[in-house]
C-alpha cells in the first residue's frame, strides 16, 4: 500500500502557471509507474499525464500536450505536474495515482483543486 498527497493547487488566470506535487509514502516511490488525472464538475474522470518507473517515458493527452510537463524525483519520493500556458478549460480537481504493474491505477490521492479564471 501506498499514501498520496496532493498539494499546489489554487487560482491563476488563463496564461499563466501552476505546479502540482504528489508526496508518496514510504521508500518504494521507484516501484509504481505514476499518472495524473482531472475531473472537472459533472464530468468524468479524464487521463492527463503518465510517467514509467524510472521516469525516462512519458505520455500525455493531446489538450495538454506542449503545455503540461510530468516529472518524478524518486531520491525525494515525489511526483511534479508542471502546467504551463493554463486555460479556463483546465480547471479541474487533479488527482495523482500510482499502479504497481499493468495498466491499472491501483492507488489514488485526495485531489487538488485547480482553477483558471479568463
Known amino acids: 500500500q501506498v499514501q498520496l498527497v496532493e498539494s499546489g493547487g489554487g487560482l491563476v488566470q488563463a496564461g499563466g502557471s501552476l505546479r502540482l506535487s504528489c508526496a508518496a509514502s514510504?521508500?518504494?516511490?521507484?516501484?509504481?509507474?505514476m499518472g495524473w488525472f482531472r475531473q472537472a464538475p459533472g464530468k468524468e474522470r479524464e487521463f492527463v499525464a503518465q510517467?514509467?518507473?524510472?521516469?525516462?517515458?512519458?505520455y500525455y493527452t493531446d489538450s495538454v500536450k506542449g503545455r503540461f510537463t510530468i516529472s518524478r524525483d524518486n531520491a525525494k519520493n515525489t511526483l511534479y505536474l508542471q502546467m504551463n500556458s493554463l486555460k479556463p478549460e483546465d480547471t479541474a480537481v487533479y488527482y495523482c495515482?500510482?499502479?504497481?504493474?499493468?495498466?491499472?491505477?491501483?492507488?489514488w490521492g485526495q485531489g487538488t483543486q485547480v482553477t483558471v479564471s479568463s
Open positions: 495515482a500510482a499502479r504497481t504493474a499493468g495498466l491499472a491505477y491501483d492507488y
Open positions: 514510504g521508500r518504494t516511490f521507484s516501484t509504481y509507474a
Open positions: 510517467i514509467n518507473r524510472i521516469g525516462d517515458s512519458t
